[in-house]
């Protein structure tokens, strides 16, 4: 199953995709709370459930639209640690990322005024569906409701103002999630998919996820042994190699860009970049 929020009504919503069209799911009040109830509860309410709307003109969401969590890990992959001249990494590193920095397919991505150095990041990223704390790897992937599209840009030089990545992670719509949620069940190997990005059509990042230094078990596992996960996690599993600081010159996003993540068996997510517009309550 494919699972996609949106605007509908005007209040967030979601369903099941099919198509081009969507099952209004209304058993439960977003996609977090339908996770929580378990994968054979969703599929019964999901054969009741008979109202369907056409995908034109729908306002996509982040699939889980206010995660209780979003970790990303830096510097995951091989290939982009070599790129970016850094040692290969003893443990995974490790920081957050707020609801308020990701909109969802479709939707414009802000270059922020502070900075010109929006860098772009297509990542893999994980969805938890049963929570738990010191969840071994070897069972890891029990606790994975499914696999989503994460634009996981970076605001390059506040990234490197200090040794905590935060603030250059953390910029406002500076991301994106989407475009649906594809359960589990439909990606029997995480480890087989391929991570590419594109910038106005043009391949920038092609990467095996088969290539991440810590496998998806063992990041799940490394979180929950010092935070307990819940339903509606949200865990990024790193960017390949290809990004836009490491390219000579250097390739950052600019309005009028368009940026796509596209995972073979997930999906592909597609946002326009446009300046961050002036707002009513920005300090004078």
Known sequence: MRLQSFMHAGAPAWGIREGEQIRLMT??????????????????????????LSCTGLQWLAPVVAPRKILCVGLNYGRHVREAGRELPQHPSVFARYADSLVGEGQPVWRPLASEKLDFEAELAV??????????????????AGYTCMAENSVRDFQKHNAQVTPGKNFERSGALGPWLVTADEVPDPAALRVRSYLNGELM????VSDLIFSIPTLIAYISSFTPLAPGDVIATGTPEGVGATRQPPRFLRAGDRFEV????????SNPVVDEPQSDNQAT
């Open 27 to 52: 058993a439960w009040p977003d996609v977090v709370s339908a996770l929580a109830a378990g994968p054979e509860a969703l599929a019964r309410a999901a054969r009741e459930a008979d109202t369907l």
């Open 205 to 208: 990042q092609d990467g095996a």
């Open 262 to 269: 596209e995972i073979d068996g997930v999906g592909r997510l």
């Open 127 to 144: 969805v938890i569906g049963r929570g738990g704390r010191h969840i071994p790897a070897a069972r890891a992937l029990e606790h994975v």
